[in-house]
């Protein structure tokens, strides 16, 4: 059925869906609406579910760590300091090896306070060992969500489904919501691996002395290599079922590209009408949208980037004393290979600033004027 929903929304109704039994969540906004819908759903019948009230975001992955360990299929949703206040936990659910599903609407950090679009809360967990999926509009976001409990409890590692704070939370799109029978055809019950019982006792997340704890460290990178593959065969029988798909990353225009642009999110969006543009004035342009952050889909960037001539990553965000996160990224897996394409880094759109088409053209003009990166990033749209 096709309705008009929030992106918060598009969460909520891909949750309900996946019939996930205990969820815990504290309100922060921008994210409150997601678990605003789903205490409705627990309360009025439509879950079959259990919904802990916690005094803070911290007790919220806690409780949906103990509901984990004891075979339940769990949701919490949080933003920016609500997330940085899970940091500690969010290693113990990703060594203890639970499939958590956490829906991050990306907002600014303080001070100053802001609520607005900034993705450095969500880049700051990357070390955590959550798998992280960015999503472009309202269906990619019901659609990831649903994907995220396959893809969670098939490698045994917690996911983060990540959307634009206002941008996405907050804007009404038409959505196609499957129907319960398609979706429990995609998202059968879950049945865990890894599990606490009376009947069968075994210590969980104790201590892990020198002898054990590189060799457990060891298998979550193994489990984190196995995502692209399971993801790429979970996404195909998502298609076959949906008939939508959205790959780890996606090119448009790259085949002859000489200027190729790197964009996450709802800038994506306004990236298509710009290229659009461009390549009606005769522009060699392409986009590469980025979906997967974690794991880093290295190899897939390298082979979209061979032919390139230039490559400008946009970033929303900023890692103090180096440069833009993606920026960063994108050099390290292309570091190694012969004759890559130098990679231009350009700050634009923190804490909620438009990232208009105007930016993004001069942006492209900046990279096509440039013969080589004069430095790590380039600030666009400041004030004077």
């Given at each position: 059925?096709?309705?008009?929903?929030?992106?918060?929304?598009?969460?909520?109704?891909?949750?309900?869906?996946?019939k996930?039994?205990?969820?815990?969540a504290?309100?922060?906004?921008?994210?409150?609406?997601?678990?605003?819908?789903?205490?409705?759903?627990c309360?009025d019948?439509?879950?079959?579910?259990?919904?802990?009230?916690v005094?803070?975001e911290?007790?919220?992955?806690?409780?949906?760590?103990?509901?984990?360990?004891?075979?339940?299929?769990?949701?919490?949703?949080?933003?920016?300091?609500?997330?940085?206040?899970?940091?500690?936990?969010?290693h113990w659910?990703?060594?203890?090896r639970?499939?958590?599903?956490m829906?991050?609407?990306?907002?600014?950090?303080?001070?100053?306070?802001?609520?607005?679009?900034?993705?450095?809360?969500?880049?700051?967990?990357?070390?955590?060992?959550?798998?992280?999926?960015?999503?472009?509009?309202?269906?990619?976001?019901?659609?990831?969500?649903?994907?995220?409990?396959?893809?969670?409890?098939?490698?045994?590692?917690?996911?983060?489904?990540?959307?634009?704070?206002?941008?996405?939370?907050?804007?009404?799109?038409p959505?196609?919501?499957?129907?319960?029978?398609?979706?429990?055809?995609?998202l059968?019950p879950?049945s865990?691996?890894i599990?606490?019982?009376?009947k069968n006792?075994?210590?969980?997340?104790?201590?892990?002395?020198?002898?054990?704890?590189?060799?457990?460290?060891?298998n979550?990178?193994?489990?984190?290599?196995?995502?692209?593959?399971?993801?790429?065969?979970?996404?195909?029988?998502?298609?076959?079922?949906?008939?939508?798909k959205?790959?780890?990353?996606?090119?448009?225009s790259?085949?002859?590209?000489?200027i190729?642009?790197?964009?996450?999110?709802?800038?994506?969006?306004?990236?298509?009408?710009?290229?659009?543009?461009?390549?009606?004035?005769?522009?060699?342009?392409?986009?590469?949208?980025?979906?997967?952050?974690?794991p880093?889909?290295k190899?897939l960037?390298?082979?979209?980037?061979?032919?390139?001539?230039k490559?400008?990553?946009?970033?929303?965000?900023?890692?103090?004393?180096a440069?833009?996160?993606?920026?960063?990224?994108?050099?390290?897996?292309?570091?190694?290979?012969?004759?890559?394409?130098?990679?231009?880094g350009?700050?634009?759109?923190?804490?909620?600033?438009?990232?208009?088409?105007?930016?993004?053209?001069?942006?492209?003009?900046?990279?096509?004027?440039?013969?080589?990166?004069?430095?790590?990033?380039?600030?666009?749209?400041l004030?004077?």
């Amino acid at each position: 059925m096709r309705q008009v929903l929030e992106g918060s929304h598009a969460v909520s109704e891909a949750v309900r869906l996946a019939k996930v039994q205990v969820m815990s969540a504290y309100p922060i906004t921008p994210q409150t609406h997601i678990v605003e819908a789903l205490s409705e759903y627990c309360e009025d019948g439509r879950m079959n579910a259990k919904f802990i009230c916690v005094e803070s975001e911290h007790s919220a992955m806690a409780a949906v760590i103990g509901a984990a360990s004891g075979g339940a299929r769990t949701f919490t949703a949080t933003s920016s300091h609500g997330l940085a206040l899970m940091h500690e936990l969010l290693h113990w659910a990703s060594a203890a090896r639970l499939p958590i599903v956490m829906a991050e609407v990306n907002r600014a950090l303080a001070p100053g306070w802001n609520i607005w679009m900034d993705q450095t809360d969500s880049l700051a967990q990357r070390d955590t060992g959550w798998i992280q999926l960015y999503c472009e509009d309202g269906q990619e976001v019901l659609d990831t969500t649903l994907l995220a409990f396959r893809l969670a409890e098939t490698v045994n590692l917690p996911v983060m489904v990540i959307l634009d704070a206002f941008f996405l939370s907050h804007t009404y799109e038409p959505v196609d919501v499957p129907d319960q029978q398609d979706a429990d055809r995609f998202l059968p019950p879950y049945s865990p691996r890894i599990q606490l019982d009376t009947k069968n006792p075994f210590a969980m997340s104790q201590m892990a002395p020198p002898p054990v704890y590189m060799e457990m460290r060891r298998n979550i990178q193994v489990g984190m290599e196995a995502v692209p593959g399971c993801f790429d065969r979970i996404e195909k029988e998502f298609e076959s079922i949906f008939g939508r798909k959205y790959g780890q990353l996606e090119t448009v225009s790259c085949e002859d590209a000489e200027i190729i642009l790197i964009v996450t999110g709802t800038a994506a969006s306004t990236s298509r009408h710009v290229l659009a543009e461009l390549r009606a004035q005769g522009e060699k342009v392409g986009i590469l949208k980025l979906k997967m952050f974690r794991p880093f889909p290295k190899d897939l960037i390298r082979q979209a980037l061979c032919n390139a001539k230039k490559v400008a990553v946009v970033d929303r965000n900023f890692s103090f004393g180096a440069s833009g996160i993606f920026a960063q990224e994108v050099r390290a897996a292309l570091c190694n290979q012969p004759n890559h394409p130098p990679v231009f880094g350009y700050i634009t759109g923190l804490g909620g600033r438009d990232v208009t088409p105007e930016i993004l053209k001069q942006i492209y003009q900046l990279v096509k004027q440039t013969p080589e990166p004069v430095e790590e990033s380039v600030w666009v749209g400041l004030k004077e």
